[in-house]
């Protein structure tokens, strides 16, 4: 069974801090995906990466996929209060597989 | 367009009984998957429907069923309901079963068990 390790688990920062969180595996993966849920709510998709090396940006979040294959990580520059959430990480077999996630508090 | 409707938000249910969640897809989508969520296990997949047919099954018990019909509305039931079956229960759709259409979620069943 293939796992995702995600780190940290928690994170809890000030609004205008930068911070990365990170998404491994011990096997290669062909893509990935990360998605933020928010309380009470289920998971929405932020990004799919399919090439190794790949960079991809999403306003204040930018996502880049390991040359390797086996990494992920997910930054985001000058957090706001709105980026609350947890963050998780998935790839697809013949089913959605989730990280362990990161909880993320940004206080005001 | 609307997104995936998950009913009832929230239930209460005791040991022993069943439950029956509903779960609509964003029109158009065949794919329907169903995972729990728990603060321990994180999220785990359940079981996946393609066209009424269950085309992959995660690693719960036989308690644990669903189905899904022609429109693509899917049930999940859950019977003999135990304590440790409380849990947020979501169901995401998808065109088809590609990970690169993405998959949308609804916004779950919290399910207590009393």
């Known amino acids: 069974t293939q796992l995702l390790e995600q780190s940290p688990q928690f994170l809890s920062i000030q609004e205008g801090e930068n911070l990365t969180v990170y998404c491994n595996s011990s096997?290669?993966?062909?893509?990935l995906q990360w998605y933020r849920q928010e309380p009470g709510e289920g998971p929405v998709l932020l990004v799919t990466v399919v090439t190794g090396g790949e960079v991809k940006k999403l306003k204040r979040l930018t996502f880049q996929f390991g040359d390797a294959r086996k990494d992920s990580s997910l930054h985001i520059t000058a957090a706001q209060t709105g980026d609350t959430g947890l963050y998780l990480c998935?790839?697809?077999?013949?089913?959605?597989?989730f990280g362990t996630g990161t909880r993320l508090q940004v206080f005001p | 367009k609307a997104g995936v409707t998950q009913t009832p938000r929230y239930l209460i249910k005791t040991r022993g009984q069943q439950v029956t969640l509903s779960c609509s897809p964003i029109s158009g989508h065949r794919s329907v998957s169903w995972y729990q969520q728990t603060p321990g296990q994180g999220l785990q997949f359940l079981f996946e429907?393609?066209?009424?047919?269950?085309?992959n099954k995660g690693n719960f018990p036989g308690r644990f069923s669903g189905r899904q019909f022609s429109n693509s509305r899917s049930e999940m039931n859950v019977s003999t309901l135990e304590l440790g079956d409380s849990a947020l229960y979501l169901c995401a759709s998808t065109w088809d079963n590609n990970f690169n259409y993405g998959y949308t979620f609804g916004s779950g069943t919290r399910l207590t068990v009393v």
């Open positions: 429907y393609f066209s009424e047919t269950q085309r």
């Open positions: 998935a790839l697809h077999t013949d089913k959605l597989i």
């Open positions: 096997s290669v993966f062909s893509s």
